[in-house]
């Protein structure tokens, strides 16, 4: 099911109407930001909200699953295709549930053992080069390897620059915004990924006994990078968020 589509299909219905994002969140009781989310692909109408929005926007569910205008010739065939589809929809989100009550607990277990070893390590701490220029340099490498790779590297520039204008439109603000997140996640699993790659070659040194002495510096080191990442990550927050808002108010 193509969420994108459905976005659009929503925010074109909604224009005909003549409507804006709040006057139609009004209509349903939700935020408008809920219709802008879902206007820029970011996620599905609850099943709750589906038979009030087709009514708002006087659309079939049909159509709405389908995100276009459809023929009568063509109901009963799409009609089949969205079933099949919200199926297998269902099924990837009862498995995603599932990965995501493994990881949350797999995450709080590592944090157990991440406070203890904080704990252990924070005398080391003062001995970490906070100002290592070479980190910050392969940071900087994964995250536009990452936006380069993703297709979001132009759209990452453009989002600082729709700070100062106006968006020409919704899809250029939601594009921004997807590029935004994009270069949040690079950075914190960058971060991540570069703390792991020093600790594993540490574990790779001949003197093994001297690697495992020197292990609370070692991890000292790979939090200072997490650091790194979670810094990045939370001073891009405020530019989202500020692109998030100029969504709203389209």
């Known amino acids: 099911m193509d969420v994108k589509k459905i976005g659009a299909f929503i925010a ?10 709040k006057q139609l969140g009004e209509a349903l009781g939700i935020s408008d ?6 206007e820029c692909g970011y996620g599905l109408p609850d099943i709750s909200m589906i038979t009030p929005l087709c009514a708002e926007l006087e659309i079939t569910v049909n159509e709405l699953l389908s995100g276009e205008q459809l023929a009568q010739e063509d109901y009963h065939e799409k009609a089949e295709e969205n079933m099949i589809q919200l199926m297998e929809e269902s099924k990837r989100t009862n498995k995603a549930y599932l990965i995501k009550t ?5 995450c709080i277990l590592a ?9 252990k390590a924070e005398i080391y701490f003062s001995a970490v080069n906070f100002l290592d220029t070479f980190r910050m340099t392969q940071l900087l490498f994964f995250l536009i390897a990452s936006l380069w790779t993703s297709g979001c590297f132009k759209d990452f520039g453009i989002a600082f620059a729709l700070l100062f204008k106006k968006a020409a439109c919704p899809q250029q603000l939601a594009h921004a915004v997807l590029a935004v997140s994009t270069a949040q996640k690079a950075l914190f699993f960058g971060s991540a990924l570069i703390g792991i790659i020093r600790l594993i070659l540490v574990f790779g040194e001949p003197e093994f006994e001297n690697c495992i002495s020197a292990l609370p510096i070692n991890l000292a080191e790979f939090f200072v990078t997490i650091f790194y990442g979670v810094l990045g990550v939370l001073l891009l927050e405020p530019v989202k968020s500020r692109l998030k808002k100029k969504q709203v108010d389209i």
């Open 102 to 106: 493994i990881l949350g607990n797999t």
């Open 12 to 21: 074109e219905q909604r224009r005909l109407k003549q409507l804006t994002q």
């Open 111 to 119: 944090a157990g053992i991440a406070i203890a070893m904080i704990y």
């Open 33 to 38: 930001k809920t219709v802008s989310k879902w």
